[in-house]
């Protein structure tokens, strides 16, 4: 018989709510690898659901869990160490195909399967945070608490832990975790018998063991398994970190062929090349490479090889250097100097280390600097100037085809980050960007009508002479130089295309009859599309056209969301003539996912709520405040957080550090202010009256002085974060890391507030009905972080922010009172 305590299990919980986390978003890098990130956003979004499901399943069982909270707790503990590891490794067995869910009636069967596995490890977390605070309802400040420094501080051990181990060995630490928090507590209670603890730790140290380890099961239509499939393909070295899975192959008998861009015209050969797959997919290549520079002539037949022809010995910045073909193409045309920018060190790593041998230790060449930094977080601390801005083809063709980066932001591709590349130029310099081609036109005319805006807001009056667009047949490439072309740069380009067989798109001074020469399409989109853009009716063109073709800012950075809602009917007619491509799976996906979440919420919380009232769940003129008043907050606590995550990537020049940062120190700052509140609860409960007492529930229990705080400070933010960041990054990375965690501090310090006082007022006046606070509250936080996307994609995300500033204020005007 488990004898219990007086005191919850808090280092327990911690444990557990950092397991959970660091789960969650384990499970979005390893499904990332095994499918792709829009259906691992969509599973793993509602898997989350079970959050919400726990408040339900604890609000039904609650009279037979009286008495039992330790060993009911210590059972879902363990239960998510078991599951977690067992789920995710069945769920990979499942065949589904997220390529055929349009058209194959199985496949949204075997969605579901996925989905309702992933469910329950967070499920039986729920169930003991859930608990916790259900059993501990005067100590509920310190248990939450605990929960978020606990989460925080998972977050940020398993980004780190991700540097040193595979992501499949990080989820078997994280399932240990579980089985280990439910030893402790066990410990904290001094429970007796010892030998239940001493077995859950003896679980945790098999799942920790090379007999628990799995292999990933990725899907067959990526990349990297479309590649191990031909004949002597091998795999030569993989490795991982949170910023990707890189596997190396090479195909001795059918041998890579990866140069985007280049022409049909082509004479050389291209030579013997190995291939860089990050998350299965996204391909790079690493190029032999001898110090003969004769042998990368293939390079000049690219179109990215244009500003070579007009520039002379030029010095160069590479934005996204991948496995070094830019940086080739730089040396072949003799470039002055090399700055080149890669995110990932593991990828220098194999350039440099692995296969240094095969690439002739490219990025240690004596011309050629390499950095590993956020390209545009490198930009803007940059003060250097160059005559040639180049900025990398790095995307997968298949999976922009197939719009999966629709919700991917991608701030290089923004109104001012092509503000900051003109501002980095020499005189006389240009800022090169190729794009792959889709048709009808979307990158290349969303990429000119930026380079448009940028140059306008920069004071030029007419844009179209500093414009040049070619393509080939399946790259356009744009340049953008910061004075006029010249008649000369004019007639080099002409000789260029014509040499290579590329068309023109737009130069200054084009004729109708100089477009869709070689590579031939239906009309000449391209170059009327330049055309209209240069335009009077420029904006009467964007918002005419069938895509969305505005351009991308820092604020709205969803440089490749080109769907529009009143093309749609006419896209889904086309997808049974091979009009697939023209749908953006990313976006549709978020779509489907926030009416699953809205459906199952109402299915697993509203639903039993309202047809329980004959049980007492539902108090006429007080139920229906605390579920507005739960849904309010956690729905603007994630819109806040998820909104300072995108503004501070700006800042922290790298989107880990963001993640890291921003949410550990949200997490951790608002469960510390989860335990401020709670001690002046304490105060004024034994130092008034109990009148006194009651207007402290109304006024300041969470008071609408806290939203006050909250949202003076939240606004304040968005208005003065931009210039301050302007101002403040030139400083180093080991003073804006600590600048960033005291600029979020009072923010999140005031956002832990509402939720614990809130259940201390649930508590007081309906103590039944904390299960279901808990539930409503996890249920919102999924929906508010699929539709945060969705408003920061249609509105940005300063409007994300002020919708979270007015939630908290209604919140505070609907918590019940007197």
């Known amino acids: 018989m488990l004898r219990t305590g007086p005191r919850p299990p808090l280092f327990s919980i911690a444990l557990l709510s950092g397991a959970a986390l660091a789960y969650e978003i384990l499970l979005m890098r390893l499904f990332s690898i095994i499918q792709w990130h829009h259906f691992a956003y969509m599973m793993i979004s509602l898997a989350l659901l079970g959050y919400g499901a726990s408040g339900t399943f604890l609000a039904l ?88 420094v606990g989460a ?338 004019i007639v080099k380009l002409k000789a260029f295309c014509r040499e290579r067989w590329f068309d023109l798109a737009y130069y200054p001074g084009i004729t109708a009859g100089e477009a869709n020469r070689y590579n031939q399409l239906p009309e000449a989109w391209f170059y009327s599309g330049a055309g209209q853009l240069l335009g009077a009716d420029r904006a009467a063109y964007m918002d005419g056209y069938k895509f969305n073709i505005r351009p991308a800012t820092d604020d709205r950075p969803y440089f490749s969301r080109f769907l529009k809602w009143r093309t749609l009917p006419e896209l889904l007619a086309l997808s049974e003539r091979g009009g697939m491509p023209l749908l953006e799976w990313g976006y549709l996906v978020l779509i489907a996912t926030l009416a699953v979440a809205l459906l199952v919420s109402f299915l697993l919380v509203l639903l039993p709520l309202w047809l329980g009232r004959g049980r007492g769940w539902w108090a006429a003129g007080l139920s229906w405040r605390f579920m507005a008043y739960f849904a309010a907050i956690g729905t603007a606590f994630m819109f806040v957080e998820i909104a300072f995550i995108q503004k501070f990537i700006l800042f922290l020049h790298h989107p880990l550090y963001a993640v890291a940062v921003v949410l550990c120190a949200f997490l951790v700052f608002a469960g510390l202010g989860s335990l401020v509140s709670a001690r002046w609860r304490n105060k004024y409960e034994a130092s008034t009256s109990d009148a006194e007492v009651a207007r402290w529930h109304v006024n300041l229990i969470p008071g609408i002085w806290i939203s006050a705080s909250i949202g003076g400070l939240a606004v304040l933010y968005v208005l003065l974060l931009p210039g301050l960041f302007s101002e403040l990054n030139h400083l180093s990375g080991a003073f804006r890391l600590p600048l960033s965690i005291l600029l979020i501090a009072p923010l999140a310090f005031l956002m832990g507030m509402p939720f614990p006082l809130g259940l201390d007022v649930v508590s007081d006046k309906l103590p039944h009905w904390i299960p279901w606070a808990w539930g409503i509250n996890g249920c919102a936080s999924v929906v508010s972080a699929i539709l945060a996307t969705l408003l920061a994609i249609h509105l940005g995300f300063a409007v994300v922010v002020m919708v979270a500033v007015v939630l908290y204020v209604l919140a505070a005007l609907v918590l019940p009172r007197g």
């Open 61 to 148: 069982t609650r009279r037979w869990l009286d008495g039992r909270f330790l060993l009911v707790y210590v059972f879902n503990a363990a239960l998510f160490g078991i599951t977690a590891l067992v789920c995710f490794q069945l769920a990979q067995t499942v065949p589904f195909n997220a390529l055929e869910v349009l058209w194959d009636p199985r496949q949204p069967l075997w969605l579901l399967l996925i989905f309702l596995l992933l469910f329950i490890p967070f499920f039986c977390v729920a169930n003991c945070i859930c608990l916790a605070f259900a059993e501990f309802s005067r100590q509920l400040h310190r248990v939450y608490c605990f929960d978020l």
């Open 152 to 489: 925080g501080a998972g977050a940020l051990s398993i980004i780190g832990l991700l540097f040193f181990v595979s992501p499949s060995t990080a989820l078997q630490i994280v399932a240990a975790s579980g089985l280990f928090s439910a030893a402790l507590a066990l410990r904290e209670y001094g429970a007796q018998p010892r030998w239940p603890a001493m077995v859950l730790i003896i679980a945790a140290a098999v799942a920790l063991s090379p007999a628990a380890g799995f292999s990933l099961q990725v899907s067959q239509f990526k990349g990297l398994s479309q590649a191990l499939r031909v004949l002597d393909a091998q795999q030569l070295d993989q490795r991982s970190s949170p910023l990707g899975q890189l596997t190396t192959v090479a195909s001795p008998s059918v041998p890579f062929r990866h140069t985007p861009g280049m022409s049909l015209n082509t004479p050389s050969r291209i030579p013997e090349q190995l291939a860089v797959f990050t998350d299965a997919d996204s391909l790079s290549v690493l190029t032999r490479f001898d110090g003969d520079l004769g042998k990368l002539a293939y390079l000049d037949y690219s179109s990215s090889a244009l500003p070579y022809h007009l520039l002379d010995q030029p010095k160069i910045l590479v934005l996204g250097a991948g496995g070094g073909a830019d940086v080739l193409q730089a040396l072949y045309h003799d470039a002055a100097s090399i700055d080149a920018v890669e995110l990932n060190p593991q990828m220098v790593e194999l350039v440099n280390r692995r296969f240094a041998e095969f690439t002739g230790g490219l990025y240690r060449l004596p011309r050629v600097t390499v950095h590993n930094s956020e390209a545009r977080g490198f930009v803007t601390a940059s003060a250097g100037r160059y005559d040639l801005v180049q900025v990398a083809l790095l995307d997968s063709f298949s999976a922009a085809s197939a719009g999966l980066y629709a919700l991917s932001e991608n701030y290089l591709y923004t109104r001012e980050a092509f503000s900051q590349y003109l501002q980095h130029l020499q005189p006389g310099g240009i800022l090169s960007i190729t794009r792959w081609i889709k048709t009808p036109p979307r990158d290349a005319l969303k990429m000119f009508a930026t380079a448009v805006e940028a140059l306008e807001h920069s004071g030029v009056a007419d844009a179209g002479r500093q414009l040049v667009m070619i393509r080939s047949w399946n790259t356009a490439t744009l340049l953008v130089k910061n004075e006029a072309f010249s008649d000369d740069d």
